[in-house]
Protein backbone atom coordinates (compact mmCIF):
# COMPACT_ATOMS: atom_id res chain seq x y z
CA UNK A 1 0.00 0.00 0.00
CA UNK A 2 1.52 3.64 -1.37
CA UNK A 3 0.00 6.34 1.01
CA UNK A 4 1.32 10.13 0.50
CA UNK A 5 1.59 12.35 3.44
CA UNK A 6 1.54 16.19 2.84
CA UNK A 7 0.85 18.53 5.42
CA UNK A 8 1.25 22.07 5.19
CA UNK A 9 3.77 24.39 7.65
CA UNK A 10 0.93 25.22 10.00
CA UNK A 11 0.08 21.37 9.95
CA UNK A 12 3.42 19.68 9.98
CA UNK A 13 3.04 19.46 13.76
CA UNK A 14 -0.09 17.62 13.58
CA UNK A 15 1.18 15.38 10.52
CA UNK A 16 4.15 14.07 13.04
CA UNK A 17 1.76 13.22 15.57
CA UNK A 18 -0.57 11.61 13.37
CA UNK A 19 1.80 9.66 11.58
CA UNK A 20 3.74 8.61 15.51
CA UNK A 21 0.04 7.34 16.57
CA UNK A 22 -0.41 5.38 13.29
CA UNK A 23 3.84 4.06 13.18
CA UNK A 24 2.59 0.89 13.64
CA UNK A 25 0.76 0.44 10.76
CA UNK A 26 2.18 2.57 8.31
CA UNK A 27 5.70 1.27 9.03
CA UNK A 28 4.05 -1.63 6.58
CA UNK A 29 3.63 0.94 3.79
CA UNK A 30 5.80 3.05 1.22
CA UNK A 31 4.85 6.66 2.35
CA UNK A 32 5.30 9.25 0.03
CA UNK A 33 5.68 12.67 0.92
CA UNK A 34 6.79 16.56 0.11
CA UNK A 35 10.13 17.41 0.65
CA UNK A 36 9.44 19.74 4.33
CA UNK A 37 6.82 16.82 5.35
CA UNK A 38 8.60 14.32 4.43
CA UNK A 39 11.75 15.35 6.10
CA UNK A 40 10.04 16.14 9.73
CA UNK A 41 8.51 12.67 9.72
CA UNK A 42 11.83 10.55 8.66
CA UNK A 43 13.50 12.61 11.34
CA UNK A 44 11.18 12.67 14.16
CA UNK A 45 9.18 8.87 13.70
CA UNK A 46 12.42 7.41 11.98
CA UNK A 47 10.09 5.58 9.08
CA UNK A 48 11.19 5.71 5.96
CA UNK A 49 9.85 8.13 3.57
CA UNK A 50 10.01 8.58 -0.35
CA UNK A 51 10.50 12.25 -0.42
CA UNK A 52 9.43 14.24 -3.62
CA UNK A 53 10.40 18.24 -4.02
CA UNK A 54 8.59 20.51 -1.40
CA UNK A 55 4.88 21.69 -2.37
CA UNK A 56 5.88 25.17 -3.62
CA UNK A 57 8.35 23.58 -5.56
CA UNK A 58 6.38 20.53 -7.38
CA UNK A 59 6.00 18.57 -4.83
CA UNK A 60 2.46 18.06 -5.46
CA UNK A 61 2.38 17.51 -8.84
CA UNK A 62 4.55 14.92 -8.13
CA UNK A 63 2.57 13.42 -5.97
CA UNK A 64 -0.02 14.43 -8.20
CA UNK A 65 1.09 13.21 -11.29
CA UNK A 66 1.98 9.34 -9.13
CA UNK A 67 -1.96 9.29 -8.61
CA UNK A 68 -2.46 9.70 -12.19
CA UNK A 69 -0.26 6.73 -12.71
CA UNK A 70 -2.37 4.76 -9.87
CA UNK A 71 1.11 4.64 -7.83
CA UNK A 72 -0.75 6.04 -5.04
CA UNK A 73 -3.56 4.19 -2.54
CA UNK A 74 -4.40 6.93 -0.66
CA UNK A 75 -3.42 10.39 0.77
CA UNK A 76 -3.24 12.53 3.69
CA UNK A 77 -2.73 16.29 3.02
CA UNK A 78 -3.10 18.60 5.87
CA UNK A 79 -4.18 21.62 4.53
CA UNK A 80 -4.20 24.91 6.09
CA UNK A 81 -7.44 26.37 4.87
CA UNK A 82 -6.94 30.03 6.93
CA UNK A 83 -3.82 31.01 4.87
CA UNK A 84 -3.46 31.34 1.00
CA UNK A 85 -0.48 29.35 -0.42
CA UNK A 86 1.31 30.66 -3.23
CA UNK A 87 1.23 27.22 -5.11
CA UNK A 88 -2.79 27.00 -4.68
CA UNK A 89 -3.13 25.56 -8.14
CA UNK A 90 -1.06 22.88 -7.55
CA UNK A 91 -2.93 21.95 -5.14
CA UNK A 92 -6.16 22.42 -6.86
CA UNK A 93 -4.36 19.53 -9.19
CA UNK A 94 -4.16 17.30 -6.88
CA UNK A 95 -7.48 17.24 -4.94
CA UNK A 96 -8.80 16.87 -8.59
CA UNK A 97 -6.99 14.12 -9.79
CA UNK A 98 -7.85 12.33 -6.85
CA UNK A 99 -11.72 12.76 -7.29
CA UNK A 100 -10.78 11.85 -11.53
CA UNK A 101 -9.12 8.90 -10.03
CA UNK A 102 -11.32 7.56 -6.98
CA UNK A 103 -8.00 7.86 -4.62
CA UNK A 104 -9.09 8.22 -0.72
CA UNK A 105 -8.42 11.65 0.34
CA UNK A 106 -8.00 12.95 4.13
CA UNK A 107 -8.01 17.00 4.62
CA UNK A 108 -7.84 16.73 8.30
CA UNK A 109 -6.94 14.58 10.98
CA UNK A 110 -10.64 13.09 11.49
CA UNK A 111 -10.72 12.43 8.44
CA UNK A 112 -7.16 11.09 8.20
CA UNK A 113 -8.44 8.69 10.83
CA UNK A 114 -10.66 7.49 9.09
CA UNK A 115 -8.64 6.43 5.81
CA UNK A 116 -5.88 4.59 7.90
CA UNK A 117 -8.35 2.57 9.09
CA UNK A 118 -11.01 1.96 5.98
CA UNK A 119 -7.50 1.43 3.98
CA UNK A 120 -5.54 -0.20 6.67
CA UNK A 121 -7.46 -1.92 9.26
CA UNK A 122 -5.66 0.05 11.89
CA UNK A 123 -7.88 1.91 15.36
Do not use: W
Amino acid sequence: MRIALIAHDELKDEMVEFVTKHAATLDDCELVTTGTTGKRISEETGLAVNRQASGPYGGDLQIGAMIANDAIDGVVFLRDPLTAQAHEPDISALLRVCDVKDVPLATNVASGELLVEGLLGSP
